[in-house]
Nanobody, 126 residues
Framework: QVQLAESGGGLVQAGGSLRLSCAVSGRTFDVKAMGWFRRAPGQDNEFVAAISLIDGTTDYADSVKGRFTISRDAAKSTLHLQMNSLQSEDTAVYHC???????????????????WGQGAQVTVSS
């Protein structure tokens, strides 16, 4: 089992920044990729960003490229998502997820991730 716990969500004005963190614990030695997904009200879970733990390759949704950055602090077993230039369309619950898929670039589909955190609310006011 792998446990994931997000933190860092909140309310921010459009154009502002937030940094999400995801603490990772448990049986992590088989985890090959980590990702961030988000779900806005009434919408499906949407891929945001992912990082391969094999070679550090990252991938981003087109809607967040150039604004969001995914990173990993291996020593602290923590995943981060730095979100800049936030827009109202970024309002959603953000989930971190862990995958066993040993591929690079990292997987981007919901079904390729085995473990999920409870989520952190991000609200961007316009």
């Amino acid at each position: 089992q792998v446990q994931l716990a997000e933190s860092g969500g909140g309310l921010v004005q459009a154009g502002g920044s937030l940094r999400l963190s995801c603490a990772v614990s448990g049986r992590t030695f088989d985890v090959k990729a980590m990702g961030w997904f988000r779900r806005a009200p009434g919408q499906d879970n949407e891929f945001v960003a992912a990082i391969s733990l094999i070679d550090g390759t990252t991938d981003y949704a087109d809607s967040v490229k150039g604004r969001f950055t995914i990173s990993r602090d291996a020593a602290k077993s923590t995943l981060h998502l730095q979100m800049n230039s936030l827009q109202s369309e970024d309002t959603a619950v953000y989930h971190c997820a862990a995958s066993y898929y040993p591929v690079s670039p990292p997987p981007t589909r919901v079904g390729e991730y085995r473990y999920w955190g409870q989520g952190a609310q991000v609200t961007v006011s316009s």
